[in-house]
């Protein structure tokens, strides 16, 4: 049961930093990856799991990535992912850009995958 007397408000630290403490601390090693413009993001190097920094809007994946998993929250203008510039069909659940649901885009084969973390 929770003691009401004793809880401690979520207010000092933000939806994206919270989702890392908390992927950390389930044992998944996250890099921030921050936006070249705002909700813009150009992921040149995958080098392990990634998470991006704020909403996204739009995400680029370089020729030169072939394999990535990225964690992310859409933007409410979240317009999608492509590769080297193209724009690539999503696999996977449809993205509700909300501004708070976090979401796995997976890069393999050309191809993103898109799936919904939690419920």
Known sequence: ??????????????LLTLYGNILTIA??????VQATNPGIFEVGEADGTLLAAEPVATMD???????ATVYFIPAY?????TVNGV????EG???????????TA????????IAQVGF
């Open 1 to 14: 049961m929770i003691n009401t007397d004793r809880i401690v408000p979520v207010t000092v630290t933000d």
């Open 27 to 32: 044992g998944t090693t996250v890099t921030a």
């Open 61 to 67: 994946f370089a020729e030169d990535v072939t394999e």
């Open 77 to 81: 203008n979240y317009s999608g992912f």
């Open 87 to 90: 724009a690539v069909t999503t």
């Open 93 to 103: 659940v449809e993205v509700e850009p909300d501004g708070r649901t976090l979401y």
């Open 106 to 113: 997976t890069l393999a084969d050309g191809a993103v995958t």
